[in-house]
């Protein structure tokens, strides 16, 4: 009798570990694609300018551009006079981000422009490495083409990201989102911030104030697994829509 029920937990305690086994293959597999926001370029393109930077920083940029260029799913022309993306530094950020951006949207729903500023003052304080501080323009370069931020470490568009370049869930991520046909609300301009924060292992993790939610009343095509939604029906109904679109003002 004890041999068949030593018998019966063994078998219960494999069972257990092929089903975890199976379901950490599962979630390690499932990494989820780079969410975008709700406001894009009209074309996967656009200038950019980084004449105000140092030549030290200049490098940094043009680095960035040339890892998003490489893709194929998005091309930063760089150019010396008035552009559609600006980019720089802000020693003005706090210590605690490592980035932000800027992003206004038209009143026909498209980004209109977007300024970009990666921080030197947190680079050195938390002693990131150059290739670092270019994970780092990435990850604003992102934002500048629409992304939003991804919950998967292993993205370059992770919030406080520092140490992965452009990846493929980010690259699906603007190929799903510029192949898509956008569904436009006609509505006055706005401005939009993301605040990217730093990463030392003394500091907690910040996440930015502006979300996939802020831009709803531009709302594209979904991705697999959002809903689209009604601008009305959350203006009337949820006074948690109303809140976060707080965090956008007119220009």
Known sequence: MFKKIMIVIQAFLLMMLVWVGLSTITVLAAAPITPHGTARFSSATATINISHNSTKYKRIWERAIQAWNRTGAFTFVMTKSKAMVSAATDTKLGADYAG???????????????DIKINPVTFKIFKYSTNEMVNVAEHELGHAMGLNHNSNRASVMY???????VQRVDIEGVNRFYKSQANMVKLPDRTGIFMDPATDSRSKV?????DSLSFATFKHTPLELETKLNLVACIQDEQIFLEKLAYIYPV
């Open 100 to 114: 932000m951006a800027c992003v206004t949207v038209n009143k026909q729903g498209y980004l209109s422009h977007v």
């Open 206 to 210: 910040l996440f930015d104030r502006f």
């Open 159 to 165: 919030p406080a990201n520092r140490y992965y370049s």
